[in-house]
């Protein structure tokens, strides 16, 4: 396939003129449409991506409202069948559902029949076993094709779903699966990343130790297992009458499909609940309309080959597998992006999508920072000439990177004859695990402007909104939705009342905020310009959430490892990510009374982060200080503490009358000028 072939989201605006007798001046005309008629936009992506139901809906939405709206009541679908829909079409065509690697450099590839076939044979074991709707099913397992498979399984049967990566440490992984009692563990017992074997086989003990609602365990390992465990290899390798006559189970619309994570700078991380039904008609219109993938076996995108580089780890997972939905095949690769400590490389990928031949290649934007960093040759990679579009997320994507990589394009488009790649377009968008999907992204139709995102998405109501909760443009503020989207949380596990969700979201404006009458507004949690063209740019996180190379972690996850060490008293962390900086995250600590700050101390420190939660949340510098500012309260002051050192003014950002400790911003004050001097030079 090679580009330009047309857009999907002008052949859905030529749908909507042909069949809802709809038209508009411009892109921004027909957002503004969306987000008014909620009912009819997504009515419209019901229809024109032709979902189906057993039962009809008697309404797109009920209760107008956040958090509270109840989408497609009536209505009944299912993941899993939406995604085996296109099972006869798309291998009738020749084409795979899943092509895989990992750092072996091999390539596999997973017909749509065999996706099918090992997805029944896993699910029919699953309820053999007694799992019924509503189940939680816990995997600890890395992005190969076996996890879209037990995913597939799980959601075919109406059960839950959760993933963590393994490079999560187990405190890291029990925190999160303990909060959802799951009645099933699948766990890989190894994992290979940088070119070391990892040994998972302590981790996998220690989670059946701490997660005693676990009836049955399932391994993905080369090893026979113990009884009563089960191979995962042996159970998809079943073939018989039953499993090819199974089908996924029809389900409510807000049936419960995964469970992932977001954390905040409090408790534990906060088990977020998606449904079915919201999940597949916004990754739909995310992944169709505005990151332009066509189905793989349709004339006009014939071949498209899907790959975002992400770990299970991180809601891009989700996000790759979403595009099985559209009947789009999905490239995936299992390992690490940059090569090997000793022997860094960060042509791996490239290297990985020429012999996939993906047409859309996305990755965190530090990846793309890291390869111009190392002024990677793009020529050497291989046949790159089926590219034709690139994604960026997890963190605002530079000018800078992105414009060397359009010139690096366009002069290998004289080369191998790619038109696509002599103005190669970005589809880079900004949303969440919150939400599972974006509110800013691309649209293959408008212009590009390195370092800025072409416009809010179709059915997002996003706005900057001023201190004051004004929408403001061509001003950096908070970035709010202020209408409901089919795939915000259904709500937190175990969180009564809804109060937990309610206050991660919805505390800053809160009902009735500006007495306007207005209900609730979603506060997302990043600084947001909206430009007088209608592009956008993010600017990094507005919150104290660390946001580590496009993965999200709460501090206090980070204090509980610190602070478990005897000779940590207290300690503070601030993530400084910005456009246009490199992350950079400095840790400060209290130390007892006698404790050496050395080496030694700080490669303790370094080890119980790495123990607790991965490698990828170690800090770039370590500082023993006299005490961590707080409120009277006692909270850490974390945020204003990284506005400081953005460089805004202290009697902005902090009030001292009520501090604990104003004292001790004395030296907070002066490592903030020391450090804005540093960076600057």
């Known amino acids: ?113 065999e996706l099918r076939r090992k997805a029944a044979a896993l699910a029919l074991h699953l309820e053999d076993k007694g799992i019924k709707p509503g189940d939680r099913i816990a995997a600890y397992l890395p992005n190969i094709p076996e996890t879209i498979i037990a995913f597939l399984a799980s959601a075919s049967i109406g059960a839950v779903w959760s993933v963590c990566a393994p490079d999560m440490a187990a405190p890291a992984v029990i925190d999160r699966f303990k909060q959802i009692e799951p009645k099933v563990l699948i766990a890989c017992d190894a994992v290979t990343y940088a070119g070391r074997r990892h ?124 595009g099985l939905l559209s009947g789009t095949t999905c490239c995936i690769f299992d390992g690490s992006p940059g090569g090997t400590k000793d022997k860094p490389d960060w042509t791996t990928l490239w290297r990985f999508v020429a012999q996939s031949k993906a047409t859309f290649f996305g990755a965190g934007a530090a990846f793309f920072a890291n390869c111009a960093k190392a002024e990677i040759d793009l020529t050497a990679a291989g046949d790159l000439s089926r590219l034709r579009c690139l994604g960026s997320t997890g963190s605002p994507l530079s000018a800078d990177t992105q414009t060397w990589f359009n010139d690096r394009f366009a002069a290998l488009s004289k080369i191998n004859g790619s038109k696509a790649q002599a103005d190669i377009w970005w589809a880079n968008i900004s949303g969440g695990t919150d939400f599972a999907g974006a509110f800013i992204g691309g649209n293959r139709e408008l212009p590009q402007t390195p370092g800025a995102m072409q416009c809010r998405l179709l059915g997002a109501a996003v706005e900057a909104f001023s201190e004051q909760g004004h929408a403001v443009i061509d001003e950096v503020g908070e970035l709010v939705c202020t209408e409901p989207m089919p795939s915000m949380p259904l709500r937190f596990w175990n969180d009564k009342g809804d109060a937990r969700y309610r206050s991660s979201y919805f505390e800053t404006y809160p009902d009735n905020f500006d007495g306007s009458g207005r209900g609730p507004v979603w506060r997302h949690g990043d600084w947001l310009k909206v430009n007088p063209d209608g592009s956008c740019i993010i600017y ?142």
């Open 199 to 322: 040994d998972r086989k302590d981790v996998v003990a220690e989670l059946r130790r701490s997660l005693p609602t676990v009836e049955h365990v399932i391994l993905h390992s080369e090893a026979a297992p113990t009884a009563p465990d089960a191979r995962l290899a042996d159970i998809v390798a079943r073939t018989g009458a039953a499993i090819d006559a199974f089908e996924p189970a029809w389900l409510p619309f807000d049936h419960p499909l995964w469970i992932v994570y977001s954390s905040g700078t409090t408790g534990l991380p906060k088990p977020i609940v998606h449904g079915h039904g919201g999940i597949v008609i916004v990754v739909l219109a995310l992944l169709g309309l505005h990151n332009d993938l066509g189905c793989s076996y349709h004339e006009n995108s014939f071949g498209e080959r899907y790959h975002w580089y992400s770990s299970t780890g991180w809601i891009m997972w989700n996000s790759q597998v979403g």
């Open 540 to 681: 990094g996180r507005s919150d104290a959430t660390i946001n580590r190379h496009g993965l999200r972690m709460g501090t206090s996850e980070l204090y509980s490892a610190i602070e478990a060490l005897p000779e940590v008293l207290d300690s503070l962390v601030v993530d400084l990510e910005y456009l246009g900086r490199d992350s950079y995250m400095p840790l400060f600590v209290v130390l007892r009374e006698g404790t050496a700050f050395d080496a030694a101390m700080q490669a303790k420190i370094n080890k119980a982060i790495e123990a607790g939660l991965s490698r990828r949340f170690l800090p770039n510098e370590i500082f023993a200080v006299a005490e961590i500012p707080r409120t009277l309260s006692g909270k850490k002051q974390e945020l204003p503490i990284k506005k400081l050192l953005l460089g805004q003014p202290v009697e902005k950002v902090i009030n001292k009358e009520a501090m604990a400790n104003p004292a001790c911003l004395d030296w907070y004050l002066a490592f903030a000028r020391d450090y804005l001097a540093r960076t600057a030079a």
């Open 1 to 113: 396939m090679t580009a330009p072939f047309v857009p999907q989201i002008a052949l859905y605006r030529n749908w909507l003129a042909e069949q809802r007798g709809l038209s508009f001046a411009n892109y921004e005309e027909m957002r503004q449409w969306s987000v008014r008629d909620l009912d009819g936009f997504w009515r419209s992506i019901w229809d024109y991506y032709d979902l189906q139901s057993p039962t009809p809906f008697a309404a797109v939405i009920t209760e107008r409202k956040m958090p509270g709206a109840v989408w497609f009541p009536g209505a009944q679908v299912n993941y899993a069948r939406q995604v085996f829909r296109h099972v006869e079409a798309a291998d009738a065509a020749g084409l795979p559902a899943i092509v895989s690697s990992g750092e072996d450099g091999k390539l596999n590839e997973t017909s749509w029949p």
